[in-house]
Nanobody, 118 residues
Framework: QVQLVESGGGLVQAGGSLRLSCATS????????MGWHRQAPGKQRELVAD???????NYADSVKGRFTISRDNAKNTVYLQMNSLKPEDTAVYYC????????????WGQGTQVSVSS
């Protein structure tokens, strides 16, 4: 069964840090592009960061220099280290996977809530 399971969300004060984890159920994800998306209330879901199978990351401008995406293929896990958090980072964060050269994110986790207080 193909699954993505996020963990690590919570409530933190502005300026604080959190690390999200996305555990995948199968090593097939190791060859896929993995991404972290977020959706704030009343807003569209947006891509925050992604990372290809070789470990090359891409970031949204809003999180560059503050967030770091990484993957540990031996553990079938993807991480999102979030530093210098701001209230506007408050959202439900989703882990997702897509095939290389495909634009559609085909697998999604259930999401984890991140709340940043001012």
């Amino acid at each position: 069964q193909v699954q993505l399971v996020e963990s690590g969300g919570g409530l933190v004060q502005a300026g604080g840090s959190l690390r999200l984890s996305c555990a995948t159920s199968t090593s097939v994800f190791n060859s896929m592009i993995m991404g972290w998306h977020r959706q704030a209330p009343g807003k569209q879901r947006e891509l925050v960061a992604d990372i290809d199978s070789g470990g090359r990351p891409n970031y949204a401008d809003s999180v560059k220099g503050r967030f770091t995406i990484s993957r540990d293929n031996a553990k079938n896990t993807v991480y999102l280290q979030m530093n210098s958090l701001k209230p506007e980072d408050t959202a439900v964060y989703y882990c997702a996977a897509r095939h290389t050269f495909k634009s559609i994110w085909v697998y999604w986790g259930q999401g984890t809530q991140v709340s940043v207080s001012s």
